[in-house]
């Protein structure tokens, strides 16, 4: 990556770091070093649990570049997949500092549990977990997030692929 590319996309990153918010952020960023190849990602997804929007997304770990999974301290493997969860409250959008606890379980059965790690940079705070798969391998996410007195589940599904 050119040095001036590298300073603009730290440029956007901050600039809309400051601006939208913290999983937003992640995924502006992501896009910035031309992440998202068709087919592989879908959209960032967001649901609404009880006082938060919790934004989620699963990709396969080649589609970050090398540069951001060094920082990120993230194996970039063709069968290593990257959940990126990001917890907002609803009224003011502020990034929300909660646990999470959760497991993939693919259609044989099989459960893996996720071990996420807390990112925060500035005002934006984001859960990153990642979990090996083999190719066409379709996960179910169940995922506990907790704060305080407070505890939601997100449940979602994401099939990966290997490039």
């Known amino acids: 990556m050119k040095p001036s590319t590298l300073l ?3 440029w956007i990153g901050q600039w809309f770091g400051q601006l939208l918010g913290s999983q937003i952020r992640f995924t502006l960023l992501l896009m910035s070093v031309g992440l998202f190849s068709a087919g592989q990602v879908s959209a960032e997804q967001k649901k609404q649990l009880g006082p938060w929007d919790v934004h989620y997304i699963a990709m396969p770990s080649t589609l970050i570049d090398p540069v951001i999974a060094k920082a990120y301290q993230l194996e970039r493997t063709k069968f290593q997949g990257l959940v990126n969860i990001s917890v907002l409250n609803s009224g003011d959008q502020a990034a929300q500092q909660v646990s999470i ?3 993939a379980k693919n259609l044989l059965g099989q459960q893996k549990e996720l071990v996420f790690r807390e990112v925060v940079e500035g005002k934006a705070i984001y859960y990153l977990a990642q979990l090996p798969y083999r190719n066409e391998e379709r996960f179910t996410f169940t995922l506990q997030i907790k704060q305080g007195d407070v505890s939601q589940q997100l ?9």
Do not use: I, P
């Open 8 to 10: 603009l996309d730290t």
């Open 101 to 103: 606890e959760g497991v």
């Open 155 to 163: 449940q979602f599904t994401h099939t990966f692929y290997v490039d």
